[in-house]
């Protein structure tokens, strides 16, 4: 029986990009490259006639640059994107504004030994592109119209511990989910740390902007950090987080450790850390993302004592690693995106129970 390839379209002013992305994709047997597109003007035609199931698009190209154009497709025609990104500071900021709008995911472009880098990333591409196929779009309507935020819990409600502490892990579609929890909590919850799957760089430009949109405190973490209620934490890209009790709370230690389920900075080893010293007072979540990163983890925090919750299947751009986690068992709760931030609440607050 013939297999139903993914049909994909590479959009890229680079001939030689769009060369090593069309040999790296066309080598899964799964994927089929349908065509490409140097600009997208050509893009926005071969959409029409070719009908891709995924598109990968370049941050910079002539004519229309890809945020423009993203802003454009997803209104239009909402489909998964995975964009293509260099590592410069600018770069980052508008990758993770093209998360914003809508798309799915990002793969690294290479700025030394292009060929021989890609192609050494090439399983993570292949990955990458999968996932966005099989990937719940979001619409980027919510962005002019954000959802109202959930009534808050009264000040002063919160565990008084300075050891009340709440951990999130996502990957793929995590950065906007992320950014509908924490948007939704008061300043004075209980510290927050953070493993979003991300390179270098791109974990700085995204705690920025949520810091920009949040009530509470986000920042890059750095080794040393104290844990502070109504701040947020997000571990910094190609390295591991952990945390290590002190006497008057917590603070981070971020190492340059090998990889734990092919991540750096990675859920499980930062969950696995928190359970090491305490589970009592802590909240744990898993949002949306492909893998099972942070599953064996969270399943060890539960049974240390702490409170935990999943992002559930519908509201998920990829239910990988929420699924994974209730399969093994650590999820107390399993609740829709809109819920988290209120279960996080309810569940650190002082004798309150999550619906």
């Known amino acids: 029986m013939p297999i139903n390839k993914m049909k994909v379209l590479i959009v890229d002013d680079s001939a030689l990009m769009r060369q090593i992305l069309t040999r790296i994709l066309s080598s899964d047997p799964s994927i089929e490259v349908v065509g490409t597109a140097a600009d997208p003007f050509f893009a926005r035609d071969k959409i029409k006639s070719l009908h891709p199931d995924v598109l990968t698009l370049d941050v910079e190209m002539p004519r229309m640059d890809g945020i423009t154009f993203l802003e454009k497709l997803m209104a239009a025609h909402p489909m998964p994107v995975v964009m293509v990104s260099s590592m410069t ?15 799915v995911d990002f793969v690294q472009k290479p700025t030394v030994a292009l060929e021989d880098a890609f192609n050494a990333d090439a399983a ?37 511990s300075p050891f009340a502490l709440i951990a999130i892990g996502a990957s793929t579609g995590g950065t906007e989910a992320i950014k509908d929890v924490l948007t939704v909590l008061p300043e004075d919850v209980p510290g927050i740390v953070i493993v979003q799957h991300m390179p270098p760089n791109f974990t700085a430009s995204f705690a920025q902007r949520l810091d920009q949109c949040c009530r509470i405190r986000v920042k890059e973490a750095a080794d040393g950090d104290k844990v502070e209620r109504g701040l947020a934490l997000i571990a910094p890209g190609g390295y591991q987080m952990g945390l290590q009790r002190a006497a008057s709370g917590y603070i981070v230690r971020v190492v340059d450790a090998p990889e734990v389920n092919r991540h750096r900075p990675s859920v499980d080893y930062m969950f696995d850390s928190i359970a090491n010293i305490t589970g009592k007072n802590v909240t744990a979540a898993i949002l949306t993302g492909m893998g099972a990163d942070g599953a064996k983890g969270m399943k060890r925090l539960r049974d240390a004592g702490a409170r935990t919750v999943a992002q559930d299947a519908a509201s998920c751009v990829v239910f990988g690693m929420p699924k994974e986690a209730i399969a093994h068992g650590g999820a107390e709760h399993v609740v ?7 279960a996080l609440m309810e569940l650190s607050s002082s004798g309150v129970k999550a619906a």
Not at 127 to 156: C, D, F, H, T, Y
């Open 336 to 342: 829709p995106l809109h819920k988290i931030g209120q």
């Open 124 to 160: 993570v591409i292949i990955e990458k592109v999968k996932a966005a196929g099989r990937a719940r779009i979001p619409r980027a309507a919510k962005l002019s119209s954000p959802r109202p935020p959930v009534a808050q819990i009264r000040v002063g409600s919160f565990t008084a």
């Open 89 to 103: 500071k600018a770069h980052c900021d508008i990758t993770i504004r093209a998360l914003e709008i809508g798309a």
